[in-house]
């Protein structure tokens, strides 16, 4: 069965077993391992043996004492014993004067420390970081409400001036550069002890400590000085047992008394000491010396420096002298109580001495023997139980029990430590480990070490954790250089925060954050590492750079412009654009950003655009409306969206409409116009049957009066009027003349009639061979029936010259579509010539009709005002016209070039210079092949 052993830490300081008095040193170090171990016990026969040899020299001693009072020369022991006594009780006081000298070193270093600490506290807060004067001063006097000790707390700049005080400033303000502690502190940045001053904020005798307040940067930007009143150290002191005409005496480094319970130094608080009691005294070393002081008191004094560190000078010694009287004293009364117990002893039990005490020793050694036997054998609670009434031995066993006692209660104690240090580094929600630097073990490992890495405690201690890191480590190094570089750091007083990866016994990764400090420890060298798995966070960071990168990219992929805006305090500044906002609006980033809305983009800045972007910033969704823009960077009309994609960001989808509203007006006026074609499909169904009548009404008018007989000229005769009378009437008002003139125009009206309703006739798909001299007729005659009140041209009064090629065969073609060319190149052409007269040669223009190989050529050639090389470019582009607004859609001769170039595979080109004319050749193929 293993022993039980316990290693664990506790917070620095002094600690006193209360019942055993057992004083355990704990400044920070690792607590030594007690153990208990069976293994460690002697054998029986063995302990026997030693336990009877010990009665045997016992008794020896005893008889030979005997022997010596009875027979010596009693005054002679006597006074051997009393100067023994007195030895004994010198070297108590001497012992008790060291005792207090450490105990009070160790309060005053509680003192610093905490001095230490709450200066180094304030001086991370914000409030003192930011130098907020009344801020400090309020928090200031409630420290000193809090701590009575402290007669004052005050800051004050690098250069001396004072700016902050628990207590008030003085009117003028008060400098303390030159002050010890705060040259001290400005010149060591730490915190630095001072010396005795009279304080310049609440005159009263004080100690300072100072500490400085750096910057971010970290400058020194001011000095905290907490000022501990030295009238504290007589409260203190007040409590403390010492002898009667004891001497207390506290100096600082220049040997100023700061405190004196007895005024036989020769000098008062504040006063320096002409003979110090210490010339000797160095830093670490404590003096023990005799003194015989001012007021004739012979006193054992101990001198204990007192420094912020052991490398540092003292800054204060703590001088405790005992009188010597008081060991004479002592030894005098025991010397006293010895000579009586002699007398009685000699008188009473001189002859039952030997058979008394042989019983009694033998008992006594038996119970103590067992009681350390048990002991030994981790039996804690074994006692002796032996009393005052078993003499020597019995005072033996009271001390062993009361050391056994004082042990247990030691070691329950530790335990008890131990086990809340461990539930501390159990529950803590990061994994723990600490590692030996120097050979490199693992010490110590808490459970969710155990469960970051996947094995268990013992594991990890036996074989470390390097065997998981990766080779290369998120810092660019190698893992064992990153390793020793953050425990080098860690030793040198740095709190290293890092980055690991690694893979776990489960084969698993993890990316941890690591804070590694140092660990403190006795005999060896440790560092601390915390570790935090944020394997998750990394994976969400990740995923919401490769979201922005997509988002990015489909930003700078759209090809319409998306701006960006900050809300900035109700004000809209432009912040980014696509590069489709660059390419398409010309939209110039660099220059523009930072700049207001009115500014960057005018058009913009309107009632409606603002109220609908406080709209979407407040979180109502998406809104989209359109506006006609114009300014640099917009020119049209534009479907807006405007969108918040975070907070304090705008978003702007502007997409270009200008082409789409377009379309929709030719799209309104083509239904128009298929309106007004069926219209003029019915309307000729209508004219059709009047003018019937009216043509054959004309040609039987024509047959009664101009060719009568039969039943014509009889019915004339009958009525009066021989026919042949009413020939020559009808032929002298030229009566036949009207009624050709009547016929011929009814034949015109059903020519044009037909041509209509074959125009607006649905148009097939179907392709079938077509004259085109007959096309171009048609197209001329449809001309011709146009007369456009706006444009105030009649196509009758151009001249048509045609020049056609009797031997071009039919095109295979679908001849409405065809001949719908013909008509817009036609109707251009007029339109075009009209408008640009200038009174010179008569509008005129030239139809021609060839072969050209394997293809049938039409050309339309005019005298108009013709076209630049630019316009040319362009003349075939979707919308786009020479014309004036409202009088064409720029549509004519991009559906022309469609339907020749797509739907017939053949081609339409035009040739034309400025202020000569403009020719457009149209060829087809005739699919002869």
């Known amino acids: 069965m293993s022993a039980p052993v316990w290693c664990g830490r506790i917070m620095p300081g002094k600690r006193t077993h209360r019942k055993s008095g057992l004083a355990l040193d704990t400044a920070g170090e690792t607590w030594p391992k007690l153990t208990i171990s069976p293994g460690c016990a002697l054998r029986p026969a063995t302990f026997k043996r030693i336990g009877t040899m010990t009665r045997q020299r016992v008794m020896l001693k005893l008889l030979t004492g005997a022997f010596l009072v009875c027979v010596g020369p009693s005054l002679a022991v006597l006074v051997f014993l009393a100067r023994a006594e007195f030895a004994r009780d010198l070297a108590s006081i001497e012992q008790d004067a060291a005792r207090t000298t450490a105990a009070m070193a160790a309060i005053q270093e509680g003192v610093v420390q905490s001095t230490r600490v709450l200066l180094t506290t304030l001086a991370q807060v914000h409030e003192f970081k930011s130098l907020d004067r009344q801020d400090i001063s309020r928090t200031f006097r409630r420290i000193i409400d809090m701590y009575p000790d402290y007669a004052n707390f005050h800051a004050a700049l690098p250069d001396g001036t004072v700016i902050a005080s628990a207590a008030p400033i003085p009117e003028g303000g008060v400098n303390l550069a030159d002050r010890r502690h705060v040259r001290d502190a400005l010149e060591g940045?730490?915190?630095?002890?001072?010396?005795?001053?009279?304080?310049?904020?609440?005159?009263?005798?004080?100690?300072?400590?100072?500490?400085?307040?750096?910057?971010?940067?970290?400058e020194t930007i001011a000095v905290l000085v907490a000022a501990l009143r030295l009238s504290s150290y007589a409260d203190a002191l007040a409590r403390s047992s010492l002898p009667a005409d004891s001497s207390v005496v506290l100096f600082d480094h220049r040997f100023t008394v700061l405190y004196s319970t007895q005024f036989s130094v020769g000098a008062r608080i504040g006063d320096s000491l002409d003979n110090p009691p210490a010339p000797g005294a160095l830093p670490g070393r404590d003096i023990l010396s005799a003194a015989l002081d001012g007021d004739g008191v012979a006193r054992t004094y101990s001198i204990k420096p007192v420094s912020m560190s052991p490398q540092d000078s003292p800054y204060m010694y703590i001088a405790v002298g005992i009188p010597r009287a008081v060991a004479a004293q002592r030894a005098s009364a025991t010397a006293g109580t010895w000579i009586l117990t002699l007398c009685v002893v000699l008188l009473?039990?001189?002859?039952?001495?030997?058979?008394?005490?042989?019983?009694?020793?033998?008992?006594a050694y038996r119970a103590l023997y067992d009681a350390a036997r048990d002991f030994m054998n981790g039996?804690?609670?074994?006692?002796?139980?032996?009393?005052e009434a078993h003499g020597e031995i019995g005072l033996v066993g009271q001390a062993f029990d009361a050391m056994a006692a004082s042990v247990q209660a030691a070691i329950t104690d530790l335990r008890e430590a131990e086990s809340r240090f461990r539930t501390l580094v159990e529950q803590a929600p990061e994994a723990i480990i600490v590692t030996d630097v120097d050979s490199g073990r693992i010490i110590l490992a808490n459970q969710n070490a155990e469960r970051l890495f996947g094995c268990d405690r013992?594991?990890?201690?036996?074989?470390?954790?390097?065997?998981?890191?990766?080779?290369?480590?998120?810092?660019?190094?190698s893992a064992r250089d990153s390793v020793a570089d953050f425990r080098r750091r860690a030793l040198a007083g740095e709190m290293v925060i890092t980055e690991r990866t690694f893979r776990d016994a489960r084969g698993q990764e993890h990316i941890c954050e690591v804070r590694v400090v140092e660990f403190p420890s006795t005999g060896f060298r440790s560092v601390r590492s915390s570790w935090l798995d944020i394997t998750q966070r990394k994976q969400a960071e990740e995923a919401l750079r490769v979201s922005e990168r997509q988002f990015r990219s489909?930003?700078?992929?759209?090809?319409?412009?998306?701006?960006?805006?900050?809300?900035?305090?109700?004000?809209?500044?432009?912040?980014?654009?696509?590069?489709?906002?660059?390419?398409?609006?010309?939209?110039?980033?660099?220059?523009?950003?930072?700049?207001?809305?009115?500014?960057?983009?005018?058009?913009l800045d309107t009632v409606r655009f603002r109220a609908a972007a406080a709209d979407v910033a407040s979180g109502r969704g998406g809104l989209g409306f359109q506006a006609a823009l114009e300014d640099d960077c917009f020119q049209g009309s534009y479907d807006l969206t405007l969108f918040c994609p975070k907070q304090g960001i705008l978003g702007l989808l502007a997409v270009d409409v200008t082409e789409k509203l377009k379309l929709q007006d030719v799209l309104i006026q083509t239904e128009k116009m298929m309106s007004v074609g069926g219209l003029a499909a019915g309307m000729a169904h209508e004219i059709n049957n009047p003018l019937s009548a009216m043509i054959q009404s004309a040609q039987v008018l024509e047959k009664r009066l101009l060719h009568p007989g039969g039943a014509n000229a009889a019915a004339a005769e009958e009525a009066g009027c021989p026919a042949e009378a009413l020939r020559r009437y009808?032929?002298?008002?030229?009566?036949?003349?009207?009624?050709?003139?009547?016929r011929e125009a009814g034949a015109r009206a059903a020519r044009i009639v037909s041509s209509m309703l074959e125009f607006s006739r649905k148009v097939e798909s179907n392709r079938a061979p077509a004259d085109m001299r007959e096309l171009l007729d048609k197209a001329v005659g449809l001309c011709a029936t146009d007369y456009d009140l706006k444009k105030k041209y009649d196509f009758r009064k151009i001249v048509v010259e045609r020049d056609y090629d009797p031997s071009l065969p039919a095109v295979p073609c679908t001849a409405t579509q065809v001949q719908q060319v013909f008509l817009n190149l036609l109707k251009n052409a007029a339109q075009a010539m009209y408008g640009a007269r200038t009174g010179a040669a008569p509008p005129t223009l030239w139809l021609r009709t060839r072969r050209d190989g394997n293809e049938a050529v039409v050309e339309k050639e005019d005298n108009g005002p013709g076209m630049d090389q630019a316009t040319q470019r362009k003349i075939f582009e979707p919308f786009y016209t020479t014309k004036g607004s409202g009088e064409g859609t720029g549509l004519g001769l991009s559906v022309s070039r469609f339907l020749i170039q797509e739907k017939h595979k053949g081609s339409l080109s035009v040739e034309s210079q400025v202020g000569k004319g403009t020719k457009f050749t149209v060829r087809l193929p005739l699919g002869d092949e």
């Open 189 to 218: 940045k730490c915190c630095a002890p001072g010396e005795y001053v009279v304080s310049r904020l609440t005159f009263d005798p004080v100690f300072p400590f100072a500490c400085p307040v750096f910057s971010p940067s970290g």
């Open 379 to 387: 039996k804690l609670d074994a006692r002796t139980h032996l009393t």
């Open 554 to 603: 489909i930003v700078e992929s759209l090809p319409v412009p998306l701006l960006f805006f900050r809300v900035e305090g109700g004000a809209i500044v432009f912040d980014a654009a696509n590069p489709a906002a660059e390419r398409l609006c010309g939209v110039d980033s660099a220059a523009l950003r930072g700049r207001q809305l009115g500014d960057a983009f005018a058009s």
């Open 348 to 363: 009473v039990t001189l002859g039952a001495f030997w058979v008394f005490l042989r019983r009694r020793i033998a008992d």
């Open 730 to 742: 009808l032929e002298a008002r030229d009566v036949p003349g009207f009624l050709t003139g009547i």
């Open 458 to 477: 013992e594991d990890l201690m036996a074989n470390g954790i390097h065997r998981f890191y990766h080779p290369v480590q998120p810092d660019g190094r």
